[in-house]
């Protein structure tokens, strides 16, 4: 079945930049929606990209639009979140999740199926 691994988190500085990767395996043949998701201690998850199998339909959340990226890899089975000029509120652990959909994404974390385990990412000076 299907399984999803993030990488790529870590602590940087107000402003810089990092890349999240979640690689996808053990999965049939499918039309899948990809979407990454954080949750912050004490809040709630939060929906943050999202982008459907064809990469013709992507969201962002309005905290991250302008900053945050969301791309595929169909040869690496990987989708990727370029984050640019992060913030301490970006504080978070970042999971990816997949739905078989076809259509639009949806940045709607009941949604999706199927989870990665996390990654935390720390903004802070």
């Known amino acids: 079945q299907l399984q999803l691994v993030e990488s790529g988190g870590g602590l940087v500085q107000p402003g810089e930049s990092l890349r999240l990767s979640c690689a996808a395996s053990?999965?049939?043949?499918?039309?899948?929606?990809i979407g990454w998701f954080r949750q912050a201690p004490g809040k709630e998850r939060e929906g943050v990209a999202c982008?459907?199998?064809?990469?013709?339909?992507?969201k962002y959340a309005d905290s991250v639009k302008g900053r945050f990226t969301i791309s595929k890899d169909n040869a690496e089975n990987t989708v990727y979140l370029q984050m640019n000029s992060l913030k301490s509120e970006d504080t978070a652990v970042y999971y990816c999740?997949?739905?078989?959909?076809?259509?639009?994404?949806?940045?709607?974390?009941?949604?999706?199926?199927?989870w990665g385990q996390g990654t935390q990412v720390t903004v802070s000076t």
């Open positions: 999740a997949a739905v078989s959909l076809i259509g639009q994404c949806v940045l709607d974390a009941d949604a999706y199926a199927r």
């Open positions: 982008m459907n199998d064809f990469g013709s339909s992507t």
């Open positions: 053990g999965f049939r043949r499918n039309f899948y929606a």
